[in-house]
DNA sequence: GTGGTCTAGACCACT
DNA sequence: GTGGTCTAGACCACG
């Protein structure tokens, strides 16, 4: 699994890779069993401090989506597979509406924000999204 | 201008304030000379601390978008009138990709994504939006 | 409330404060709304580290027996106040099945093992329990 | 010897090993110059690690509770018997004096607690002890 | 004043 | 090799 993480941005670097991590497992991209990179591969790879990366995943560990395979790593749990639709849009929710809110506020047509949404829906990520 | 304010958000409170101030001016909503709710007023409405108002207020004339009106509050600076389009457009953008990229990771089929995008521009915001 | 910490328990110290502020709230001595002590003065009072004691607390928020009352510490959350018996009888059980092992296994007389718990039920702890 | 593995506990196999030899010894259920399974028939029969059963044995063998026979595995040291009460006691009392504590924390009648522990001193072990 | 985040580094425990 | 724990200290954000 590939993560991607903005150390400038407002939201903690190790909720970045927590909120990663869920989606990767709902969306199946990550599956029961799967282990993730070690903790110091992925302090490594971003050139952050391992601790960071340990409470992510621990905070995963506490909720049940991650396992502790003793002297081996994490694994993705046998009881946490991927989410059906219904659930992964529950969990884009609160994102679709903070965006709506924000254009509503700005008075954009709606249609233009469409539009732009779109186009964003398409192409992978570029430079630093809040 | 009615303000919305979500206390257990992860936002500040100072900073929801701060942005919301900004694209009330930005869209036309709040005009050169309007003015503002006391810093009292809105501490009261939203049983916020005061200081919390006060620390938005300063902040937005910091930027010079708010200007202190000796005795008679907070007013909108006449030199800051609302923005075209193209610019609310840029300060839309990051919270479309922030979404886009969410619905992107959740492996969120696009026209399902914008679907629910449409109906959220539509309607007012309900619940505890992120 | 008073916590006691053993520095040289296996258990690691933010898992202690973890326990004793669930079972403290779960008897009802730490009731909805009361708050905690903070961080730092659970940091020096025991002298560790306050990052150990942010750790617990963090911990407890997440499982949401506590709520971060921003700039003014936590405190325990209202939707969680004491257990009745029966569920606290629950939070015992391992532990007194973990006892009743250990004695089985040492092929200890019942009543000799009764008679020694009851005399500990009634006595306030000394020394460095495991 | 029946050996209780339980891998998801928060106290290490090696450990869990260790103990459960130490008080087998200590009750006379092992006696000087039995012999122990085989590191191999151990971790194949609890799905371990053969490198955490041998170093089990290995500490045992450390402190003098086990002497290995070339060739022939390992057999309880001619010179450590069972132990007299008093001591199998001793062992017991921080598994007794944790219990205690937990349920004075719980705020849990004594006599309630009492007699659930009776219980569970007439019984074998059932499902997952902490 | 409150807690949160991150770093750097040490040491331990498990497999 | 793996992750866990703790420390010391810096800096930030919030009220």
Redo the contacts between chains.
Sequence with gaps: MLLEIHPSSP?PIYRQIVE?VR??V????LRPGDDLESVRAVALAHAINPMTVSKAYA?LE??GLLERR?GAGMVVAQSRGSEP?RE??R????????????????????E???E???R???A??K?N??
């Design positions: 939201v990663q989606r990767a709902a969306s199946g991209q905070l506490g909720e003793r639709v992964r849009l969990m884009l929710e609160p994102h679709l509406e903070s965006a709506a809110r924000v254009a509503r506020e700005l008075g954009i047509d709606p233009r924000a469409l732009e949404f779109r964003r829906l398409g992978p990520s430079g999204p809040k």
